[in-house]
């Protein structure tokens, strides 16, 4: 019993306690130093080649998963390059690559063409300075060599595809990520006369007046095909609406909505760089003419279409209506060109039908979609 009351004893118990601690303390002590111990020599021998080192495991921070394109996830985010160019690349550089400081053109021209408009659009590319812009080409006849001799052809991209429109080239050759670079994309038809037209000054023209979609008037006088609200106003610099006071459809300072107002035509549309994004998601992949995208244009507008839409009247030109598309490409004989006139009814039929295909396509989406608000719903009650 004497060796059961010395271990009960207050002063026993708080002795033996005071030795548990400290031993308690020792290990732990010692564990803790020989873990970074092992640690340490590992990190030296792994270094030495001598034993195999597992990554170090990075901090919570890391853990949040970054916003990889699809795809990429294996790769370290600063090796990622998202968007790109159409500049061409010396085989031979004797700059630096990859010198950000060097100028390079800021704006792209893209016109799809076929040999028999070969003059008109010699002359639409020579007014647009090479040190500003880059130029596309989209071939629709395949005739490509008939243009290698013109002096800017070797600095020109060329796309060729037989008897495709332009929106069928922009939506497969100017993803927004491709042309990220640059402030505006003229993406214009081939029968176009410039003889009024300078592309600086327009520029100039359409970020004083804040325009993200826009256009140059059409030469009423000279013009094949305009609409009211692209005709010309001379003595005017820029306009956004037409005035229409008799008979139906008529449009007045209370319209709101295309085309009195916030609309541009298809053939010679220009798009700012922050435009453009939302104007190639909207254009089908399967609906090549593209007709009825010209009334939605308001939606990339990036604000009010009334205020972000328009038409430049101090920079204008010449829309000759050339037949196109539908006919014979630039490598057949002649004795075939009389598919030019019998077949551009079916593609005038054809367009119209996906202009109904689209404006359906369009009901169906605003109807499914649960969360999307139409901005201009309120204007249009």
């Not at 998202?82 to 010396?90: A, I, N, V």
């Not at 028999?116 to 647009?128: A, E, G, S, Y």
């Not at 004795?335 to 295909?357: G, T």
Request: proline share 6%; with cysteine.
């Amino acid at each position: 019993m004497k060796g059961f009351d010395s271990v009960t004893d207050p002063k026993n118990r708080f002795f033996l306690w005071t030795i548990l601690v400290l031993v308690s303390l020792i290990c732990a002590a010692y564990f803790l130093g020989n873990g970074l111990s092992q640690n340490e020599y590992k990190q030296r021998f792994a270094r030495w080649g001598l034993i195999y080192s597992t990554p170090i495991t990075k901090s919570n921070a890391c853990k949040t998963p970054c916003r990889h394109p699809s795809g990429t996830h294996s790769l370290p985010h600063g090796i990622l390059a998202t968007t790109s160019d159409l500049e061409t690349r010396p085989l031979w550089a004797s700059a630096a690559p990859n010198n950000r400081n060097s100028k390079h053109p800021l704006n792209l021209l893209a016109i799809p063409v076929g040999i028999k408009q070969r003059q008109v659009v010699d002359k639409i590319v020579k007014k647009f300075p090479s040190s500003d812009f880059v130029v596309m080409l989209f071939h629709y006849d395949g005739f490509v060599d008939g243009w290698k001799d013109l002096a800017w052809s070797s600095r020109a991209i060329h796309v060729s595809a037989i008897n495709q429109t332009k929106w069928w080239f922009a939506k497969r050759f100017l993803h927004p990520d491709i042309v990220a670079d640059y402030n505006y994309i003229f993406l214009w038809d081939e029968d176009l006369l410039v003889d009024n037209f300078d592309p600086k000054r327009y520029i100039d023209i359409v970020k004083e007046e804040g325009l993200e979609i826009s256009q140059p008037a059409l030469d009423p006088g000279k013009s094949e095909i305009y609409h009211p609200l692209t005709a010309r106003i001379q003595g005017s610099k820029a306009h956004r609406r037409y005035y229409k006071t008799k008979g139906s459809g008529r449009c007045d300072d209370s319209s709101t909505a295309p085309p009195c107002v916030g609309w541009v035509e298809m053939m010679a549309p220009v798009f700012s760089k922050k435009a453009w994004p939302c104007v190639w998601h909207m254009i089908q992949n399967d609906l090549i003419h593209a007709w009825g995208l010209d009334r939605q244009f308001g939606y990339c507008a990036q604000g009010d279409r009334m205020k972000n839409i328009g038409v430049v009247d101090a920079e204008y030109i010449v829309h000759l209506g050339l037949p196109t598309l539908g006919g014979s490409n630039g490598n057949e004989t002649l004795a075939n060109s009389h598919r030019d006139e019998s077949d551009r009814p079916k593609v005038r039929m054809q367009s119209y039908i996906e202009m109904q295909i689209f404006a359906k396509r369009w009901k169906d989406a605003a109807n499914k979609d649960q969360c999307w608000i139409d901005p201009y719903q309120e204007q249009a009650n």
